[in-house]
């Protein structure tokens, strides 16, 4: 302890001995101390300005900091990103994959020829790959605009192909067309009448049907164009030919001579005033024509079967063709035939050219692949309407648009035929009408609105010329009755008309096929023919009473009634005869009128002839018929105008010798009125015996009934009748 605290006590001594030097030193060495101080704080200084750079490369440091924590962050997504596009890429790859084009296909769709069958099936594989590329699934997202990009390369180079088989096809068409043009072979000419398909283009659009059926899918607008250029130039083809076909058959129907107009035409009789000709048929009503021309058995089929059970059928491979051998020498084909030849030959024609354009350039939606492999069995079809394939009818408007266009001078055409034919025959108005009603009615359920159109405006304007005509008939029948009484024999001329007229009506509607009970011809031929009869009834029984009442009360009076009744009896005799020859039920009730009148007139004239002749005895028994009647046959006698003295008188002014006389001027009278050797003397002669027997026999009875005991009895019996008509005969 002592030990420390001496240590403690040197220990504080030299700690005060080297205070005090430093002190001392201290003090010594201000100057340095100061140079020191400045230099410290200098050095402070510039520790405060390295402080305050640390602290600007703090921050600086912190703000790398945080845009190198950016930067990971944006590459850690630039690699996700890079990772997503690797994908993306891969699927648009994928679905892209179905939608190229080897580049051998696009070079074949520009330059592959079009001329071979090696070519065309070059074409048409490649088309199918494109038609395969654009109907695939991917194509279907067009939202993709990589995918609605190569969709719409597909569709260029589609669009591009079209147009350049469009501009070959219409070369093709026009070097077919003008060639055809220069075959003058196939065009209708006198004596040679025909209308033939288009063979040659058929085969030529066949060739590439495969096209066109792709086509429709791929380029609808450009196939629509390439329909339009083909509808444009077959037009012309089809106008020379029509104009041909209608202008030989004008020609033909012009030569035809259908006989004089006034013996079965009403207007014409009443013009020439009654002047018919010397040729009037002694049978009118059994009017005789020459009958249509035969046709090339293996060219033309008739088309009567196409309706049966009302299925449709078919037309003709080939279409019709009538030779110069079908016909007469002077090159004459009837009217009726000739519009019967017209309307088939179109119905044809019509039939084949819409179902091949329909078909070739697949204008409806049931058109399907295996219809191509039997292309041409299918064009002569009559097809039916597909309202399930096309509810909206806007594919059969296209089509029927097509062949307005194709075939538009058809209506004109058939048009200026009817009506040269109406003028050769005006009745040929009925025929026309048969043969529209009957064509419509094989076309009726069909799909050729445009021929079903035609038909039905030319019904039309057969209609108005029909009634025209009625008419015209109907008043030269009411303006005979100014006529008919004027002129010896004109009103028996006048009636013959009418079974004519009737007789060439009836032929053309049995030759066209039209029943008895049915259809719109029918029935206008009926209304016609009621028309006619009534006012031809009226006007002959006008012009009887005009004669015998104009003649009244003249010397002559009796003579002129029987020149009525022989008038009206050979008029309703002939009218009779006509009616019933044409079997046409619509007519029985005119033809037993017709009979009736015949009968009337005919015991109204054997009447009058008696009374002509032995008139005093008919007119005294008529006297006693009348009081044995209202009385008895006792009180006959008890009358001064009828008693015994009265009979004897008057039976003593009838000998034998006389009525024998009587005898023979009636049989000159009537002889004078009909020829001796026909049928109408034949039976109105024997109307004459038969009231002679009749009067004689009823003269017989009333006067052994009224004068029997008072020896009163004729002069002749019927005996010396019968002896007398067998001397006369």
């Given at each position: 302890?002592?030990d420390?605290?001496?240590?403690?006590?040197?220990?504080?001594?030299?700690?005060?001995?080297?205070?005090?030097?430093?002190?001392?030193?201290?003090?010594?060495?201000?100057?340095?101390?100061?140079?020191?101080?400045?230099?410290?704080?200098?050095?402070?200084?510039?520790?405060?300005r390295?402080?305050?750079?640390?602290?600007?490369?703090?921050?600086e440091?912190?703000?790398?900091?945080?845009?190198?924590?950016?930067?990971?962050?944006?590459?850690?997504?630039?690699?996700?990103?890079?990772?997503?596009?690797?994908?993306?890429?891969?699927?648009?790859?994928?679905?892209l994959?179905?939608?190229?084009?080897?580049?051998?296909?696009?070079?074949?769709?520009?330059?592959?020829?079009?001329e071979?069958?090696?070519?065309?099936?070059?074409?048409?594989?490649?088309?199918?790959h494109?038609?395969?590329?654009?109907?695939?699934?991917?194509?279907?997202?067009?939202?993709?605009?990589?995918?609605?990009?190569?969709?719409?390369?597909?569709?260029?180079?589609?669009?591009?192909?079209?147009?350049?088989?469009?501009?070959?096809?219409?070369?093709?068409?026009?070097?077919?067309?003008?060639?055809s043009?220069?075959?003058?072979?196939?065009?209708?000419?006198?004596?040679?009448?025909?209308?033939?398909?288009?063979q040659?283009?058929?085969?030529?659009?066949?060739?590439?049907?495969?096209?066109?059926?792709?086509?429709?899918?791929?380029?609808?607008?450009?196939?629509?164009?390439?329909e339009?250029?083909?509808a444009?130039?077959?037009?012309?083809?089809?106008?020379?030919?029509?104009?041909?076909?209608?202008?030989?058959?004008?020609?033909?129907?012009?030569?035809?001579?259908?006989?004089?107009?006034?013996?079965y035409?009403?207007?014409?009789?009443?013009?020439?005033?009654?002047?018919?000709?010397?040729h009037?048929?002694?049978?009118?009503?059994?009017?005789?024509?020459?009958?249509?021309?035969?046709?090339?058995?293996?060219?033309?089929?008739?088309?009567?079967?196409?309706?049966?059970?009302?299925?449709?059928?078919?037309?003709?491979?080939?279409?019709?063709?009538?030779?110069?051998?079908s016909?007469?020498?002077?090159?004459?084909?009837?009217?009726?035939?000739?519009?019967?030849?017209?309307?088939?030959?179109?119905?044809?024609?019509?039939?084949?050219?819409?179902?091949?354009?329909?078909?070739?350039?697949?204008?409806?939606?049931?058109?399907?692949?295996?219809?191509?492999?039997?292309?041409?069995?299918?064009?002569?079809?009559?097809?039916?309407?597909?309202?399930?394939?096309?509810?909206?009818?806007?594919?059969?408007?296209?089509?029927?648009?097509?062949i307005?266009?194709?075939?538009?001078?058809?209506?004109?055409?058939?048009?200026?035929?009817?009506?040269?034919?109406?003028?050769?025959?005006?009745t040929?108005i009925?025929?026309?009408?048969?043969h529209?009603?009957?064509?419509?009615?094989?076309?009726?359920?069909?799909?050729?609105?445009?021929w079903?159109?035609?038909?039905?405006?030319?019904?039309?304007?057969?209609?108005?010329?029909?009634?025209?005509?009625?008419?015209?008939?109907?008043?030269?029948?009411?303006?005979?009755?100014?006529?008919?009484g004027?002129?010896?024999?004109?009103?028996?001329?006048?009636?013959?008309?009418?079974?004519?007229?009737?007789?060439?009506?009836?032929?053309?509607?049995?030759?066209?096929?039209?029943s008895?009970?049915?259809?719109?011809?029918r029935?206008?031929?009926?209304?016609?023919?009621?028309?006619?009869?009534?006012?031809?009834?009226?006007?002959?029984?006008?012009?009887?009473?005009?004669?015998?009442g104009?003649?009244?009360?003249?010397?002559?009076?009796?003579?002129?009634?029987?020149?009525?009744?022989?008038?009206?009896?050979?008029?309703?005799?002939?009218?009779y005869?006509?009616?019933?020859?044409?079997?046409?039920?619509?007519?029985?009730s005119?033809?037993?009128?017709?009979?009736?009148?015949?009968?009337?007139?005919?015991?109204?004239?054997?009447?009058?002839?008696?009374?002509?002749?032995?008139?005093?005895?008919?007119?005294?028994?008529?006297?006693?018929?009348?009081?044995?009647?209202?009385?008895s046959a006792?009180?006959?006698?008890?009358?001064?105008?009828?008693?015994?003295?009265a009979?004897?008188?008057?039976?003593?002014?009838?000998?034998?010798?006389?009525?024998?006389?009587?005898?023979?001027?009636?049989?000159?009278?009537?002889?004078?009125?009909?020829?001796?050797?026909s049928?109408?003397?034949?039976?109105?002669?024997?109307?004459?015996?038969?009231?002679?027997?009749?009067?004689?026999?009823?003269?017989?009875?009333?006067?052994t009934?009224?004068?029997?005991?008072?020896?009163?009895?004729?002069?002749?019996?019927?005996?010396?009748?019968?002896?007398?008509?067998?001397?006369?005969?």
């Amino acid at each position: 302890a002592d030990d420390c605290d001496a240590l403690e006590s040197k220990l504080q001594a030299e700690l005060h001995d080297l205070e005090s030097e430093n002190i001392h030193g201290i003090i010594e060495t201000g100057e340095r101390t100061k140079q020191i101080s400045d230099q410290i704080e200098k050095a402070i200084e510039e520790l405060g300005r390295l402080d305050m750079r640390l602290l600007e490369y703090s921050n600086e440091l912190d703000m790398l900091k945080g845009e190198v924590g950016y930067i990971q962050k944006r590459h850690t997504s630039l690699q996700t990103h890079a990772k997503n596009q690797r994908s993306l890429i891969h699927q648009i790859e994928s679905t892209l994959a179905p939608l190229a084009i080897p580049e051998r296909d696009i070079h074949a769709m520009k330059n592959e020829s079009l001329e071979t069958p090696q070519g065309i099936a070059r074409i048409e594989d490649a088309a199918q790959h494109v038609q395969l590329a654009m109907n695939h699934e991917a194509a279907k997202a067009e939202n993709l605009s990589s995918v609605k990009e190569k969709v719409e390369q597909l569709r260029m180079v589609s669009d591009e192909f079209g147009h350049r088989l469009r501009e070959f096809l219409s070369q093709r068409l026009l070097y077919q067309i003008e060639f055809s043009f220069q075959d003058n072979a196939r065009y209708s000419s006198r004596g040679n009448v025909r209308l033939v398909h288009h063979q040659s283009l058929e085969e030529l659009l066949c060739k590439y049907r495969g096209l066109l059926r792709w086509l429709r899918k791929a380029a609808p607008e450009v196939a629509d164009g390439i329909e339009q250029t083909y509808a444009t130039t077959v037009q012309k083809l089809f106008r020379k030919e029509i104009g041909e076909l209608m202008e030989t058959l004008r020609y033909h129907a012009k030569r035809y001579n259908p006989g004089d107009f006034t013996t079965y035409l009403f207007s014409a009789y009443v013009k020439e005033e009654g002047k018919v000709s010397s040729h009037s048929p002694t049978a009118p009503f059994a009017f005789q024509a020459r009958p249509p021309p035969a046709f090339n058995t293996l060219e033309y089929k008739r088309m009567d079967a196409m309706a049966m059970g009302g299925k449709l059928a078919s037309v003709p491979e080939t279409l019709v063709q009538l030779d110069a051998n079908s016909m007469g020498s002077d090159d004459a084909i009837s009217p009726e035939a000739c519009i019967d030849i017209a309307l088939y030959m179109m119905t044809a024609a019509i039939v084949r050219e819409q179902n091949f354009v329909s078909d070739i350039f697949s204008m409806m939606p049931s058109t399907s692949e295996n219809m191509y492999s039997a292309w041409r069995e299918r064009l002569t079809e009559i097809r039916p309407v597909d309202s399930n394939n096309d509810p909206g009818g806007h594919c059969a408007t296209k089509i029927q648009n097509a062949i307005g266009l194709i075939m538009d001078v058809t209506d004109d055409q058939l048009k200026r035929l009817l009506d040269t034919c109406i003028k050769v025959d005006p009745t040929t108005i009925v025929a026309a009408l048969a043969h529209i009603e009957k064509t419509l009615a094989k076309v009726s359920k069909s799909n050729l609105k445009f021929w079903i159109s035609i038909l039905n405006g030319l019904r039309q304007a057969m209609s108005e010329k029909f009634q025209k005509l009625v008419q015209e008939q109907s008043k030269a029948i009411e303006d005979f009755k100014q006529l008919g009484g004027k002129r010896k024999g004109g009103a028996v001329q006048f009636v013959r008309l009418y079974p004519n007229f009737v007789g060439r009506v009836e032929k053309f509607l049995l030759e066209a096929g039209v029943s008895q009970s049915g259809g719109e011809t029918r029935e206008l031929v009926h209304r016609c023919n009621n028309r006619f009869i009534k006012i031809l009834f009226e006007t002959l029984e006008a012009i009887g009473r005009e004669s015998i009442g104009a003649d009244k009360g003249g010397d002559d009076d009796d003579k002129k009634k029987m020149q009525t009744h022989l008038a009206m009896i050979e008029s309703m005799h002939n009218l009779y005869n006509g009616l019933k020859s044409l079997k046409t039920s619509s007519l029985n009730s005119f033809t037993k009128q017709a009979k009736s009148l015949y009968l009337h007139h005919l015991k109204q004239f054997v009447r009058t002839l008696a009374k002509r002749h032995i008139g005093r005895l008919v007119d005294f028994f008529d006297g006693v018929d009348e009081l044995v009647r209202r009385s008895s046959a006792e009180e006959v006698n008890y009358h001064l105008n009828f008693n015994r003295s009265a009979a004897r008188k008057v039976v003593a002014m009838y000998p034998a010798k006389d009525v024998r006389k009587h005898i023979d001027s009636m049989h000159r009278r009537v002889e004078k009125s009909f020829s001796r050797g026909s049928e109408l003397f034949q039976v109105v002669w024997k109307a004459v015996e038969d009231e002679m027997y009749h009067q004689q026999n009823r003269m017989q009875k009333l006067t052994t009934m009224c004068y029997g005991e008072e020896g009163v009895t004729l002069e002749f019996s019927d005996k010396d009748l019968a002896k007398f008509f067998a001397e006369v005969r």
